[in-house]
């Protein structure tokens, strides 16, 4: 199956610093989602984005599907920031009735300390 | 606009016994998903309904079911539980044929 790879694993921040969060998925994708996991386990969507750039306030990402990544920039980061960042993606397949199932990373682990 | 919910939100059971979760897709998604987060394990793919029908299955034993309903919510039942089966189950929902999965809070299941 798919592997989606994410990098860091933790990641440390002072308020106010930037970041990329990295996400490589091993093969083609139609869906690409950012997620942000808050503490009570909820995934609150960041952005669809199987390609190009989108931006909203301070967090920004681009997708690069033909070199099969992506990547979430958080600018400006504040405490409310911290949490746990996932990447999902749905293969690419002929098959409609097989598709639609979301494979997941590992997630980023982020911490802005104040 | 009401997000996708679900119940209960905790919910505690002894091993052998069955658990029953449900919910409730966003209005208009027709679409629900139901994924597993064990500790250690990450975020699993569970199964897919659309239209009343199961579409896609993960890699869970049989005793992993569920249904959806006539008016697109939808329920997981867990037979013969085992102390692994602990987990944060997930239910997500989209419009038919849409790509983008939108996530409800969750049903924390402890099996002991």
């Known amino acids: 199956g798919i592997q989606v790879e994410q990098s860091p694993p933790d990641l440390i921040l002072q308020e106010g610093a930037n970041s990329t969060l990295r996400c490589n998925f091993s093969d083609s994708v139609n869906n690409l989602q950012w997620f942000h996991q808050n503490p009570w386990g909820q995934l609150i969507n960041l952005f669809y984005?199987?390609?190009g750039t989108k931006q909203n306030g301070r967090l920004s990402a681009t997708t690069v599907a033909t070199e099969r990544y992506s990547l979430l920039y958080i600018s400006s980061s504040q405490t409310t920031d911290s949490g746990v960042y996932f990447c999902?993606?749905?293969?690419?397949?002929?098959?409609?009735?097989?598709?639609?199932?979301?494979?997941f990373g590992g997630g980023t682990r982020v911490l802005v300390k104040p | 606009e009401a997000g996708v919910t679900q119940s209960p939100t905790h919910l505690i059971k002894t091993r052998g016994q069955q658990a029953t979760l449900r919910c409730s897709p966003i209005s208009g998604h027709t679409s629900v998903y139901w994924y597993q987060q064990a500790l250690g394990l990450g975020l699993q793919f569970l199964l897919w309904y659309d239209e009343g029908e199961e579409r896609n299955r993960g890699n869970f034993p049989p005793r992993f079911s569920g249904r959806q309903f006539p008016n697109y919510s939808s329920e997981l039942n867990v037979n013969a539980l085992e102390l692994e089966d602990s987990a944060l189950y997930l239910c997500a929902s989209s419009f038919r044929g849409a790509r983008e999965q939108y996530f409800g809070p969750g049903t924390r299941l402890t099996v002991t």
């Open positions: 999902a993606v749905e293969l690419l397949i002929r098959i409609k009735a097989a598709g639609n199932k979301l494979t």
């Open positions: 984005i199987p390609s």
